[in-house]
């Protein structure tokens, strides 16, 4: 057992930081000396802002994703495509989408991909919601921006079957070399997907 070098109430902030993602003990460590050296400047603000995201932070009902208001923010943006809907399966790609400010349209955040190993169905996804969704005359396409994983594609022609009575284009994202990307770096599977779905210059 290594020997306890602060007291309880220290140990407890690191092992509380060191349950977020990208943090282990030792920068969860690093973290909460920081902390507690900046007690005015950082830890005092951070504990109002986590206070009133506890209190605050809701879930769309329209379009699953996390904000301070419901509808949410992206939802009720006047300025967005309504023809278009963006199906991502967390929030954290619709924020990566949003970063990218690629598309100016809406989102349905499903909450998942279909994982029967890990005993994920339909019902444990929003797919209905969505489904509901497409059928407004006003949308006119949904892209399925999910992983290009087994399961992120599982989950796209699970979606694509249901969506065939809707009056939608679907769409899905492109899979090809990245920006900046040397072919000769690129995995077999990556490069093959660029050159079957290669486009005119
Ligand atoms: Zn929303």
Do not use: F
Not at 21 to 34: C, E, I, K, V
Not at 43 to 57: C, E, F, K, S, Y
Not at 157 to 186: F, S, W
């Amino acid at each position: 057992m290594p020997k306890s070098i602060a007291g309880p109430e220290i140990e407890r902030l690191i092992q509380l930081l060191a349950r977020l993602p990208g943090l282990g003990p030792r920068s969860a460590r690093r973290a909460a000396l920081h902390l507690i050296k900046k007690r005015d400047q950082l830890m005092t603000p951070l504990t109002d802002a986590l206070g009133v995201a506890r209190d605050r932070i809701v879930v769309c009902s329209v379009c699953g994703n996390i904000d301070s208001q419901n509808p949410c923010t992206v939802c009720t943006d006047q300025k967005r495509d309504p023809s278009m809907i963006i199906v991502v399966s967390d929030v954290a790609d619709l924020w990566a989408l949003e970063r990218a400010a690629a598309l100016n349209a809406r989102y349905h955040v499903l909450g998942g991909t279909l994982s029967p190993l890990d005993g994920v169905g339909p019902q444990d996804l929003t797919i209905d919601a969505l489904v509901a969704r497409a059928h407004d005359p006003v949308v006119k396409e949904v892209v399925l921006a999910l992983n290009a994983t087994v399961d992120g594609q599982t989950t796209a022609h699970y979606i694509t079957d249901l969506l065939h009575n809707a009056n939608v284009k679907v769409t899905r994202l492109a899979h090809g070399v990245p920006v900046g990307g040397e072919l000769d770096y690129l995995d077999e599977g990556t490069l093959s997907a660029a050159i079957k779905q290669r486009t005119p210059i």
